[in-house]
């Protein structure tokens, strides 16, 4: 993490070679091996109880593999010698009930990992999160407190917080899930935005429209694997995999 | 002179006796304050110990003995606790307050712990993802996030066991140490009269108490403010 080299367009971002992930006899994640480059947007998709969720939360370690190696930006993050907390402020993560931090305003919330871990001064860091604020139509938000959100607004929030740390990645699971209705769509705005501008992301979610549109690559998990992975086109077009042909006929 | 106001000027005027009571209370006042201090701390870390080990499984040892000190402490009566304290581990002390303030510090840390520790767990376990999930390391994300919400949800229920600590310094005379309660009972031992010296220590326990209530119903409401 000391070098700063430059990562380009293309290079590979995540490794994952082998993933296993068991809870005690239940295999959940069985032999998953992917690569996810710089500018993807990978979304994953699958039946509730397939493994996606963990699939996403392992990248970053909120769930430790019982087995494979993650290479995060070329080290493997899951030798217990390795830091994760400095991997961690590389890949963002938002997640599907917000987890916003409710003793703290909005903008305390933006700025707390900036200043605390990346040491940035507290009116640097609060001049970039009022800009992102700005980006997402919330300025009027700065000082408002989690609880005065709406679900729309807060799942914004949390966007922004994890942008706020400059990540190299974003993971998003299930971010609309919690969602009404009506506010789906101002969320998926904001993270079709992030897409144009180049940002990488890997999404777990239902929406399959979004998919269709912003993701540059659609995986299907079943059963604890990969079970398909295509481009948005051929994905949903030419199914290959029984499960995925009977999972699609069931969604759309 | 009525009878109430002689009563009065024999209980408390007479050969200056308010000031066992003044003397008293300074004493009750001093034992509570150093105790709720050692409590809290003692308490802070046994919870944090415990949570990190419902959680993460680690500190496995610290944990087995923290265990134990709950047991211990909240299966003894306080007052056995007090007298062990002064009769058997601090045999050669003379200073009965020092005795009194540790014995209280380690009885309520052990209620401490178990209420903070309540509050540490009724966190959302994704507000611990959300910090982790940032970069901030364990210690950092319970400082910074876990920690100040707890204590908020907690405030209340320390705040009574810091009532009960406050009224349970009362049978610091076990030990022969003057607090408020010890100094009405050596004017009714130099009046025979029980009605006014019981009585006025009672309203001292009770102006203190309520004045406690105000300062931490104060504290919640501000703590509160991200509610609205």
């Known amino acids: 993490m000391s070098d700063n080299k430059e990562i380009k367009n293309g290079d590979v971002l995540f490794e994952i070679e082998h993933l296993q992930k068991n809870f005690g006899d239940l295999q959940v994640l069985n032999d998953i091996s992917t690569k996810i480059r710089k500018g993807e947007v990978v979304v994953i998709v699958g039946p509730s109880g397939s493994g996606k969720s963990t699939f996403l939360r392992s990248l970053n370690l909120l769930e430790e593999p019982t087995g494979g190696v993650i290479k995060f930006e070329g080290r493997d993050i899951t030798d217990k010698h390795s830091n994760i907390n400095l991997y961690r402020q590389k890949i963002g993560m938002v997640f599907q009930h917000f987890n916003l931090f409710p003793h703290k305003t909005i903008l305390e919330n933006m700025t707390l990992a900036p200043i605390k871990l990346l040491k940035i001064p507290k009116a640097d860091a609060e001049k970039e999160a009022m800009e992102l604020l700005e980006r997402v139509g919330l300025t009027e938000k700065a000082e408002a407190y989690p609880s005065q959100l709406s679900g729309g607004q807060k799942q914004r929030i949390a966007i922004v917080r994890a942008l706020c740390m400059h990540p190299d990645v974003i993971l998003f699971d299930e971010p609309t899930s919690a969602l009404d209705p009506e506010m789906v769509g101002e969320v998926l705005n904001v993270m079709a935005d992030l897409a144009r501008e180049g940002m990488t992301m890997v999404i777990v979610t239902h929406e399959m429209g979004f998919a269709r549109e912003v993701g540059t690559r659609v995986m299907f998990v079943d059963e604890g694997q990969i079970k398909e992975e295509n481009t948005p086109q051929e994905f949903f077009a030419n199914p290959k995999n029984e499960r995925l042909q009977e999972f699609l006929s069931k969604i759309i | ?228």
Not at chain 2, 155 to 179: H, Q, R, W
Not at chain 2, 198 to 222: C, F, H, Q, S
């Open chain 2, 1 to 228: 002179m009525s009878d109430f106001q002689l009563k009065f000027y024999t209980n408390f005027i007479k050969e200056d006796r308010y000031l066992y009571l003044l003397k008293g209370l300074g004493n009750t006042l001093i034992i509570t304050l150093f105790a709720v201090i050692i409590g809290v701390v003692l308490g802070f870390l046994v919870a944090i110990i415990r949570s990190t080990y419902a959680k993460t499984g680690k500190l496995k040892l610290l944990n087995t003995l923290c265990g134990i000190y709950l047991t211990v402490i909240r299966g003894t009566p306080m007052m056995i606790q007090l007298m062990i304290m002064f009769y058997v581990v601090f045999v050669s002390s003379n200073n009965k307050i020092l005795v009194a303030v540790i014995a209280f510090g380690i009885n309520s840390g052990a209620y401490v712990a178990e209420i903070v520790r309540s509050g540490i767990m009724s966190i959302d376990q994704g507000q611990f993802e959300a910090g982790r999930s940032l970069g901030f390391s364990y210690p950092q994300t319970m400082w910074y996030i876990i920690m100040p919400q707890a204590f908020k949800n907690v405030l209340p229920a320390l705040a009574n066991e810091f009532i009960v600590l406050l009224k349970e310094t009362s049978i610091c005379g076990y030990i022969g140490l003057m607090d408020l309660t010890r100094g009405g009972d050596i004017i009714r031992s130099r009046t025979y009269e029980a009605f006014m010296p019981l009585i006025a220590v009672a309203i001292i326990y009770l102006i203190m108490v309520v004045g406690l209530t105000a300062l931490v119903g104060k504290l919640e409401r501000r703590l509160r403010a991200s509610e609205r």
